[in-house]
Nanobody
Framework: QVQLVESGGGLVQPGGSLRLACAAS????????MHWYRQTAGREREFVAA????????QYGDSVKGRFTISRDNAKSTLYLQMNNLKPEDTGVYYC???????WGKGTLVSVSP
């Protein structure tokens, strides 16, 4: 079955960086667009970034533009999110999503704090 497993979250100071990964299995990763979402305290799940099956970036959420970069390695069936210049408001759970069929991972927690 389709599985999406996020990793790479953790505690980082403001201005720091993290790289999230999402390992996909159970389907042909190469054929699907992929997204990152996040859920921060007191807010609904928020769109972060989207990428085509061939690795072309589609869009970023306004709050992460210029700081986050989505990418993928189809040979490894893995989606990435490079997060730079992190801010306390970036704290939350980050989810990998395959929009076709609405598949979600369980998320990885990112905490940005001094």
């Amino acid at each position: 079955q389709v599985q999406l497993v996020e990793s790479g979250g953790g505690l980082v100071q403001p201005g720091g960086s993290l790289r999230l990964a999402c390992a996909a299995s159970g389907f042909n990763f190469t054929n699907y667009y992929m997204h990152w979402y996040r859920q921060t305290a007191g807010r609904e799940r928020e769109f972060v970034a989207a990428i085509t099956s061939e690795g072309v970036v589609i869009q970023y959420g306004d709050s992460v533009k210029g700081r986050f970069t989505i990418s993928r390695d189809n040979a490894k069936s893995t989606l990435y999110l490079q997060m730079n210049n992190l801010k306390p408001e970036d704290t939350g759970v980050y989810y990998c999503n395959r929009p076709l069929g609405s598949y979600w991972g369980k998320g990885t927690l990112v905490s940005v704090s001094p």
